[in-house]
């Protein structure tokens, strides 16, 4: 926040204190990665949408640099300056600022500076204890400053894939409906044009050209592509290459002759979207949703129960955890469990903290290949407020 | 008594058909001062000074309120400001300055026609490359408003302040957002304007300034001017 009395510096410093020593007692490394981060990996892992919230600016040098707006970033780049293998277990925790340009203007549960207390956990395969374990560290620590009524709201992009699969979906429309599910528009309208016309989109295309392209033969029909754009005289320019185009365009034509997703199969995503409520029930709600659906989400309908169990074993009350199968859309990087914890009080767009498994970041930041992350940050000034709002 | 100030492009085509516009309504302006000053008056319209002001600043003027009113293209006060609607009011169109923005992509991308279409490669493109497809434009505001509202956002801006047309073919981005007026340039540069890529239709106006100090006697000055416009 930006105007501060030293008194509330000093009750942020204290809390963040009682956090960082949970952090560290759990075996967590604290590190204090660079405010100052390139540019490029933020923008590059997270897309054009949150640059519009980040500080980039240019050096004198020239090279474009941000404001980091988180700390899950920095904190994967100081683990790959380390290990050559990324696939090195570890585990970090960190406090500190992040900065985010709001553009309703900032206020008091929006500030353009922040201070994060998080935790992250990089390569170790136990999957479900590690995200069990992360979240239930997260909330010991906010109940180590006091605050005891949070509840925890959870999702897991891990069952939507699983249920796409049960669908029997091609491998390419699995793929458009996972990349459309972060924006409820475009799934809607992706899931209907695979249910009514999938092949809607091929018709916008050059007959002449179709014609002439070889399924299942991309050389025979990169040729084709190129002396179609040669008699009509356009040039090829720019870095995107004629194989990548045509492999977009075989894909087009394999729409064209496909027959529509069945409405049931329609139905049955769409009713798994609507699954939301209490944690502990809504794998039954989802397994009664499958039956007799083959080859059903078996493995990751056992992982979201092996990973209630392990949270109840850790001392968590799964009353006080909800399920909702739409959370996670809203999240750019995530890839299996997302998390949220919020406190009564506190707007609902104002998660006290938040996390979950994000395996494609690190590669993004730079890895060879992808690496098991889980992780988790809270928002320390609204940890603060709410802990204070709730004795005063 | 204070005066409305009016900011009028400073040089260029802009100019030139700000003051034929102004000659048709009867209204011939005047520079003050010595001859390459910028300030001026309209002959007639004693209430109103004018302030010569290159066609980008009149937006931030705007903006910030340091003149009443100004003529300048509706992309550049929608660029430099989000909150067009409540910072400023469009007054009148005024039938010149025409220019389209738009989102043009190399030609050759045949299975590219809409945003959907975009949003279909973007992945690929950054699995093929290591990075998301680029747009090169001097609109950036107006670039990721447009791109928001299609619900699409896999792509890096990168900001060009010049010959934005030829910098897919350089390689230096994938696609572009910028201006047009016949498409001439765009199809020279081997790009074509996507099916639904037409983020505005753009033409100069007459703009107010929300957020300027107004009196009632300057809003009597702004009706002036605006009959004797209007009267054309």
């Given at each position: ?37 390139p ?12 640059r ?55 206020d ?38 006091g ?43 992706e ?71 069945d ?31 083959k080859?059903g ?25 909800t ?23 506190m ?10 498994r ?35 | ?33 010595h ?31 340091s ?39 190399p ?44 619900g ?23 696609l ?57």
């Amino acid at each position: 926040m930006t105007a501060e009395t030293a008194l509330k510096f000093a009750a942020l410093e204290a809390q963040a204190q009682t956090l960082m020593s949970v952090f560290t007692k759990a075996g967590h490394e604290a590190v204090a990665p660079a405010v100052i981060q390139p540019a490029d990996v933020f923008l590059d892992v997270i897309g054009e949408s949150l640059r519009a919230r980040t500080y980039v600016f240019t050096d004198p040098d020239g090279a474009e640099l941000c404001l980091r707006p988180d700390l899950t970033v920095p904190v994967c780049r100081i683990h790959l300056a380390r290990h050559a293998n990324p696939e090195t277990q570890a585990k970090y925790c960190y406090n500190g600022s992040a900065f985010r340009f709001q553009p309703q203007g900032a206020d008091a549960a929006h500030p353009r500076e922040f201070r994060q207390a998080g935790i992250e956990r990089f390569a170790d395969s136990a999957r479900e204890a590690a995200e069990a374990e992360t979240a239930a560290l997260i909330l010991k620590a906010v109940e180590s400053v006091g605050l005891k009524n949070w509840t925890l709201h959870i999702g897991d992009l891990g069952l939507f894939r699983a249920v796409l699969d049960a669908a029997k979906l091609p491998q390419r429309w699995q793929k458009n409906l996972g990349e459309a599910f972060l924006r409820p528009g475009a799934f809607k309208t992706e899931l209907k044009r695979l249910t009514t016309e999938p092949g809607a989109r091929s018709r916008a295309l050059p007959e002449d050209l179709l014609r002439d392209l070889v399924p299942g033969d991309a050389e025979a029909s990169e040729a084709a592509l190129l002396a179609y754009l040669d008699s009509n005289g356009i040039e090829l320019i720019g870095n995107r290459t004629a194989a990548e185009m045509v492999a977009h365009l075989l894909d087009a034509l394999k729409d064209r002759d496909a027959k529509p997703l069945d409405a049931s199969a329609a139905a049955m995503i769409e009713s798994y979207l609507a699954v939301s409520g209490p944690a502990a029930t809504a794998g039954t709600r989802i397994a009664n949703l499958l039956t007799g659906v083959k080859g059903g989400p078996g493995a990751a309908l056992d992982a979201y129960d092996r990973r209630l169990a392990l949270l109840a074993n850790a001392g968590v009350d799964l009353n006080r955890i909800t399920f909702s199968a739409e959370f996670g859309r809203s999240l750019a990087y995530y890839t299996g469990l997302v998390f949220e914890v919020s406190a009564p009080g506190m707007p609902p767009d104002s998660p006290i903290a938040g996390g979950g498994r994000y395996d494609g970041l690190m590669r993004s930041a730079g890895a060879s290949r992808d690496v098991a992350a889980v992780g988790a940050a809270i928002h320390t000034e609204r940890l603060l407020s709410a802990v204070t709002g709730a004795r005063s | 008594m204070s005066k409305l100030t009016l900011a009028i492009p400073s040089k260029g085509r802009l100019m030139e058909q700000t003051t034929d516009m102004f000659a048709r309504a009867g209204l011939s302006l005047r520079k003050t001062g010595h001859a390459r000053g910028y300030r001026g008056e309209i002959e007639g319209l004693p209430d109103i000074e004018i302030a010569y002001v290159s066609s980008s600043e009149i937006a931030a003027a705007l903006k910030s309120g340091s003149v009443h009113c100004g003529i300048t293209g509706e992309d550049l006060v929608r660029e430099s400001m989000s909150d067009a609607a409540t910072r400023v009011t469009f007054l009148k169109r005024l039938g010149f300055g025409f220019a389209d923005v738009v989102v043009a992509v190399p030609a050759c991308w045949i299975d590219v026609a809409t945003v959907a279409d975009l949003e279909d490669i973007a992945v690929p493109f950054r699995r093929a490359h290591g990075r998301w497809p680029r747009v090169a434009t001097k609109y950036m505001n107006l670039t990721r408003a447009f791109f928001a509202e299609k619900g699409f956002g896999d792509y890096r801006i990168v900001e060009s302040l010049g010959a934005t047309e030829g910098t897919p073919a350089a390689g230096a981005a994938e696609l572009i957002v910028d201006i047009t007026t016949t498409g001439e340039t765009l199809r020279a540069n081997g790009l074509k304007i996507l099916d639904d890529g037409v983020i505005l239709k753009s033409e100069a106006n007459l703009v107010a300034s929300n957020v300027a100090a107004w009196s009632p006697w300057l809003r009597n000055a702004q009706n002036t001017l605006l009959v004797k416009l209007n009267a054309i």
